[in-house]
């Protein structure tokens, strides 16, 4: 444990880390390019559109959560 509290992983626990990461990253990459599928098959109907760019909006900024970014 380090002076500030916090605690050292060793490199296998980095390695867990990242892969969760790259996991989190693909499902949300994966969401957002079926949104955009939907969003253009029924841009007739602008509710829907809504709907999707509203979920689209909430994967961003899990994105960027997962990324350590900010959204």
């Known amino acids: 444990m380090l002076k500030d ?3 050292v992983i ?4 980095a390695m867990m880390v990242n892969q969760h990461m790259d996991e989190g990253a ?3 990459l994966e969401i957002l390019a ?7 098959r029924e841009s007739e109907d602008s509710q829907k559109v809504v709907g ?3 979920t689209a909006e ?3 900024s899990r994105l960027a959560a997962t ?5």
Do not use: C
């Not at 079926?34 to 253009?40: C, E, S």
């Not at 990324?67 to 959204?71: D, I, V």
């Open 52 to 54: 999707y760019m509203t």
């Open 34 to 40: 079926n949104l955009i599928y939907l969003t253009k």
């Open 67 to 71: 990324l350590g970014l900010k959204s």
């Open 26 to 28: 693909h499902i949300a």
């Open 58 to 60: 909430e994967q961003v």
């Open 5 to 7: 509290g916090s605690k």
């Open 10 to 13: 060793g490199s296998r626990g």
